[in-house]
T-cell receptor
Framework: DGGITQSPKYLFRKEGQNVTLSCEQNLNHDAMYWYRQDPGQGLRLIYYSQIVNDFQKGDIAEGYSVSREKKESFPLTVTSAQKNPTAFYLC?????????????FGQGTRLTVV | AQSVTQPDIHITVSEGASLELRCNYSYGATPYLFWYVQSPGQGLQLLLKYFSGDTLVQGIKGFEAEFKRSQSSFNLRKPSVHGSDAAEYFC????????????FGQGTRLTINP
């Protein structure tokens, strides 16, 4: 079945460590996104990519990094520079814009700093 | 800047009662509008979307939404709610010219009283 797979579902990080969250899609979508979700704040955009080897910062990119070497994959690294990384992270993908636009979401990764 | 406001953080309704969740947006042109639903610890699922044409949009699970340009609103409605409708609901606007992304509201958590 086509869809978006995020792994792992739960992730624990020690302070000062970098961690990488995986996002893979088999929908043949050009665009991919990373959102952060905190209680009462909705979804905030971290990074997005509209094409392979290109990506743009979203509203809260500080302390995060991404790569887009393959169309199917858009991993997110939470670096030690991110001061408050504990959150629920959602990956999404879509075709390019227009009336057919629809963003599909993965099941999320919950990151906890211990 | 584009923005979405969901005025109600938490709504409680009785099973069988009608539901209306409010969404107001700020955007300089005709927007693309979306409603998503999220169950606890899960990703987001698209309920419905508006691009153009008929301002009353039908979605999945018996939901509908009405686009009112004069009020910059896109409220979600359901005539009779079930216990399974308890979830968090997000309104979103986008994508924007030159920026392939969605902007989300803060979300409304819906509780159903049996």
């Amino acid at each position: 079945d086509g869809g978006i797979t995020q792994s792992p579902k739960y992730l624990f990080r020690k302070e000062g460590q970098n961690v990488t969250l995986s996002c893979e899609q088999n929908l043949n979508h050009d665009a991919m996104y990373w959102y952060r979700q905190d209680p009462g704040q909705g979804l905030r955009l971290i990074y997005y990519s509209q094409i392979v080897n290109d990506f743009q910062k979203g509203d809260i990119a500080e302390g995060y990094s991404v790569s887009r070497e393959k169309k199917e994959s858009f991993p997110l690294t939470v670096t030690s520079a991110q001061k408050n990384p504990t959150a629920f992270y959602l990956c999404a993908s879509s075709l390019q814009g227009g009336p057919g636009f629809e963003a599909f979401f993965g099941q999320g990764t919950r990151l906890t700093v211990v | 800047a584009q923005s979405v406001t969901q005025p109600d953080i938490h709504i409680t309704v009785s099973e069988g009662a009608s539901l209306e969740l409010r969404c107001n947006y700020s955007y300089g042109a005709t927007p693309y509008l979306f409603w998503y639903v999220q169950s606890p610890g899960q990703g987001l699922q698209l309920l419905l979307k508006y691009f153009s044409g008929d301002t009353l949009v039908q979605g999945i699970k018996g939901f509908e939404a009405e686009f009112k340009r004069s009020q910059s609103s896109f409220n979600l409605r359901k005539p009779s709610v079930h216990g399974s409708d308890a979830a968090e609901y997000f309104c979103a606007v986008g994508p924007f010219q030159g920026a392939q992304k969605l902007v989300f509201g803060q979300g409304t958590r819906l509780t159903i009283n049996p």
